[in-house]
């Protein structure tokens, strides 16, 4: 009577919810979305147009770039193209970063910012690791810093930051550059808070799953769920009704408050005593 699909892609699902729907079947989008269909009655999630956002707003702080300092230098990362979060990722990072870039208070000596070319095909770590140590190798071999990488998740980001320290950064010599990350897995606290990545976005699944079980209780019930965005998930088809729930910085200062006074995790699961 009901199926939650957190998908995969954003691309494969379009036959198996037409059929879903033609069995009269409540059709959830939970978390990633799924594009080209009509077929969906609800869009459960974040608003994942905020993270490349969040992302570049912490660069621009960081380095004081709205005080006027400058120039640093900065490298691009984007996910892969089959999941519609990456060019929202990559689209609003960018639209924080350009005026900079522009502007010559951000360097990419790469030259590469395009998302076709930044991407990092089904958002591989040993990809993403081995575009990194080759940016810094054909780039940075003169000693030039590289001061912050743009990274839009964070399988990525721990990939991206071991590669930088495996060819000598993170010493006082040559100190990390400002890293990136989104989605607050075990992995990144852990890097946070060994002075590798700079910091990851929190988003707090149990009020997905909560919202869910709600909107399914709702309709059984025979009443409507109101949501509380009609505007921003657009499948291609359809405008999605959405359930959009916040997300938070998370930085070696907070992660701890965030994290494991929320009871989102034990520290035993960060490994961090």
């Known amino acids: 009577k009901a199926i939650v699909i957190c998908p995969v892609d954003s691309g494969s699902m379009v036959e198996v919810l037409k059929k879903a729907k033609e069995a009269g079947c409540l059709v959830i989008n939970y978390d990633l979305l799924i594009l080209n269909t009509g077929d969906i009655d609800y869009y459960v999630g974040f608003d994942n147009k905020q993270v490349g956002k969040i992302q ?156 869910t079980a709600d909107i399914i209780d709702m309709v059984a019930n025979g009443e409507t769920p109101v949501p509380n965005d009609t505007e921003t998930f657009d499948t291609g088809v359809k405008v999605l009704p959405a359930f959009l729930y916040g997300m938070e910085l998370v930085t070696k200062d907070n992660w701890r408050k965030v994290l494991l006074d929320s009871g989102y995790y034990t520290e035993e699961q960060l490994g961090i005593h």
């Open 56 to 211: 570049a707003d912490f660069i621009v702080d960081q380095l004081g770039l709205k005080e006027g300092k400058g120039p640093f230098n900065i490298e691009v990362f984007a996910g892969s193209l089959d999941e519609v979060n990456a060019w929202w990722y990559h689209e609003e990072g960018m639209k924080v970063l350009q005026p900079y870039i522009d502007g010559g208070q951000l360097v990419v000596k790469s030259g590469q910012t395009d998302l076709e070319i930044v991407t990092i095909p089904g958002w591989s770590a040993e990809t993403a690791s081995a575009r990194m140590e080759n940016l810094v190798t054909t780039y940075y071999s003169d000693g030039t810093s590289l001061d912050a990488v743009l990274v839009p998740a964070d399988g990525l980001a721990v990939a991206v930051t071991s590669a930088l320290k495996g060819i000598g950064y993170g010493t006082a010599d040559r100190p990390m550059p400002i890293i990136t990350g989104n989605n607050a897995n075990t992995a990144a606290i852990q890097s946070i808070n060994d002075d590798g990545m700079s910091m990851t976005i929190f988003k707090d699944t149990r009020n997905l799953a909560k919202a």
